[in-house]
């Protein structure tokens, strides 16, 4: 729910992150080889916190990293020592700018799992000690189709600040939690309060951008529909092509798989926690030699059944937040949009 909201210009939406930027540990989307990956900044120049979403990869390893230690063990005579691991990098108070929308509700999507039946402090802590600056998006990108899904995008309250476009080149600094509104307390010199004047313009910005959606899905029918076809021989001609890379998972803010690996040097060790995906032919291998998903579809299968039918039965919510970045980075061009659409069709 909106607390408050200022009005500025391009320069003062500058002057802004640079004052967050000089007071704060912040990381922003930083360009390399024509993809965009959230680094931690020290200058605004360095930045593009307006970076296209189909080129931006999701914030996802600022709160669960794609490799991170989780213990150190040295084994003695008399047994094995366990010691925890060095100091959270992520875990400090930080401000995260140009993240879009989407990737902010999928921290909302994730907190589900992560405060289920085992609290990752961790990750809480990284929530807990973030401020997120978001800039709603213009216009929907080729693969986006985050308006079609269960949440609110208009009156989005996982992000912190919200920036918006406006029209005459005027910028919209709209504070969208309570956390939000006490940071900007510290920065509205020089912003002008525009509560109340701006209700309508927001309103025909997000119209404009919601108009703007090529891919449009009636949700609750994709979920009803898979829900009852699980043995359709369908998902073996949507994941005919499918090349197993696991990119999809790996830029898919939400996706949460993860691996245990050991390091050992002779009697001392470092155990990690790594991404993993259910796509992996051994994900599901065990001991004994035996795996339940041996073929490709059975493994697209489920994770179509994760992100539309598991999950929200689970947790109230879907597994996708329509993003469109899988899509985006997949090299053979799945989409997940098509596939549950054609699978529940």
């Known amino acids: 729910m909106s607390v408050e909201i200022f009005v500025t210009d391009k320069a003062g939406l500058q002057k802004f992150y640079e004052a967050v930027i000089a007071?704060?540990?912040?990381?922003?989307?930083?360009?390399?080889?024509?993809?965009?990956?959230?680094?931690?900044?020290?200058?605004?120049?360095?930045?593009?916190?307006?970076?296209?979403?189909?080129?931006?990869?999701?914030?996802?390893?600022?709160?669960?990293?794609?490799?991170a230690k989780i213990m150190k063990y040295t084994a003695t005579s008399a047994g094995t020592d366990v010691m925890e691991t060095d100091e959270d990098p992520l875990a400090g108070k930080r401000v995260i700018i140009g993240m879009k929308h989407c990737d902010a509700r999928s921290l909302q999507v994730l907190d589900k799992v992560y405060n289920w039946d085992f609290i990752d402090t961790d990750y809480q802590k990284r929530r807990q000690n973030t401020i997120i600056i978001s800039t709603r998006c213009d216009k929907a990108e080729i693969h986006c189709f985050c308006t079609s899904l269960d949440y609110d995008v208009e009156n989005l309250d996982a992000l912190d600040i919200l920036i918006v476009n406006g029209k005459d080149e005027k910028i919209y600094i709209n504070a969208r939690t309570e956390k939000g509104g006490s940071f900007l307390k510290e920065y509205i010199a020089g912003l002008t309060s525009a509560n109340g004047a701006a209700d309508g313009?927001?309103?025909?910005?997000?119209?404009?951008?919601?108009?703007?959606?090529?891919?449009?899905?009636?949700?609750?029918?994709?979920?009803?529909?898979?829900?009852?076809?699980?043995?359709?021989?369908?998902?073996?001609?949507?994941?005919?092509?499918?090349?197993?890379?696991n990119t999809c998972a790996f830029v898919c803010p939400t996706c949460h798989c993860f691996k245990i690996s050991d390091e050992k040097v002779r009697d001392t060790g470092v155990r990690y926690k790594s991404y993993d995906s259910c796509n992996n032919g051994y994900f599901t291998l065990m001991a004994g030699g035996h795996n339940p998903r041996p073929a490709k579809y059975r493994r697209w299968r489920q994770r179509a059944m994760h992100k539309?039918?598991?999950?929200?039965?689970?947790?109230?919510?879907?597994?996708?937040?329509?993003?469109?970045?899988?899509?985006?980075?997949?090299?053979?061009?799945?989409?997940?949009?098509?596939?549950?659409n054609q699978v529940a069709q």
Request: contains cysteine; proline residues 6%; hydrophobic residues 35%.
């Open 23 to 67: 007071k704060n540990e912040t990381y922003a989307p930083v360009e390399k080889f024509g993809k965009y990956d959230f680094k931690r900044v020290t200058s605004l120049s360095t930045c593009n916190p307006d970076s296209p979403i189909a080129k931006t990869m999701s914030a996802k390893p600022l709160f669960f990293p794609r490799s």
């Open 201 to 245: 313009e927001l309103k025909q910005q997000y119209n404009a951008f919601a108009a703007s959606f090529r891919l449009k899905m009636n949700y609750k029918e994709v979920n009803e529909k898979l829900a009852k076809i699980f043995d359709t021989p369908e998902f073996e001609n949507v994941s005919a092509n499918c090349v197993s890379c």
């Open 308 to 340: 539309f039918v598991y999950y929200k039965e689970r947790f109230g919510e879907n597994l996708c937040v329509g993003c469109g970045k899988c899509t985006t980075s997949c090299p053979v061009n799945i989409s997940i949009f098509e596939v549950v």
